[in-house]
């Protein structure tokens, strides 16, 4: 196992942290820090699997007790409200947290619109990030290069300390920084074994645009039965933690952040003990990503991609 005596920052180039005793944070390429492990609000806690406020706002506030500072939001979740409440009830300060929040990009709606309407649903007066979910709404290049000069606004504005973009290919993110006054901080991918998504990652870190990583679990949720899923059992016995956290381990030791989620505050409590606890050598990282590109499975957006496309 890697030292865990020394510590280190890493940024948008794709470094990996030092060992240290507690979840890492990554520098933005604006200058803010972001910490490398998110609970998100998406999945398990979005309005479209449950209708009950207090089973949203419960879990998220037993997640953020159990230090997950970084919240992953959306307007599309259907839980701004909810991520609103869970924050005050957890008693944690404003400004130890990490919120993150996306538009839709709605047709009609001006994302100033959309923006005021989401702070005023988390009862914040910032975000840490803001997101454009996706590119696929987008008609042309341009609508793109309009919607991020709204998103420099924003950030202008103070309201958003960082801004980013989501589920964006090479292609968007080229024709972002084509009229971009401010770069993208992130972009938001689904990213595992299955989906590395070919020199996306690399494009990324050569424009240092921090990648986050949802979906991390995917080859030991929806995905099982593939070829890493040998190298993560070895794996896990090996550090003695479960197959997941090697999943959201691998995603850390590439200085990529990972978005997981649970409602099951015992699942979150371990990955908070464990994660810090045990680093991947870069072969065993490697390994897994040699390993990974004998399947390919896409969980999110799939309509916008052909079975065999890998971008
Ligand atoms: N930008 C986008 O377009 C986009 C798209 C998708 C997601 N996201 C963000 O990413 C977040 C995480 O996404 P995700 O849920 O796909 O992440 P994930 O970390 O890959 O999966 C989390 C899920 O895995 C389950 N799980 C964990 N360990 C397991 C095991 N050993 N066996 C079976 N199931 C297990 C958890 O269930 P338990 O509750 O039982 O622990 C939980 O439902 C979302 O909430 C959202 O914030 C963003």
Redesign the pocket.
Known sequence: MHSIASYFKPDASGADPKQASFIPSLKLNDGHDIPMLAY??????SKTKTTKSDDIINPTVAAIKAGYFHL?G?ESYGNEEELGAAIKKSGVARERLFVTT?TSCREGVTIEEAFSASLAKLKLDYVDLYLI??PFWAKSPQDLQRAWAEMEAIKESGRAKSIGV??YLQEHLETTLQTARVPPAVN?I?YHPYLQHGDLVDFCRKNEIAVEA?????A??KATGGPVEPIYQVLARKYGV???EIALRWCLDQGIIA??????EL?LQTYMRNIPAFKLTPKEVDDIAKAGQGKHFR???GAQFSDDDRR
């Open positions: 998100g609000l998406g999945t398990k806690a992953d959306a996306k979910h996706s989501s589920n938001q689904e949802y979906a991390p679990l995917t030991v949720t479960s197959e997941g978005i997981t989620t649970s409602s099951n699942r969980g999110f957006w």
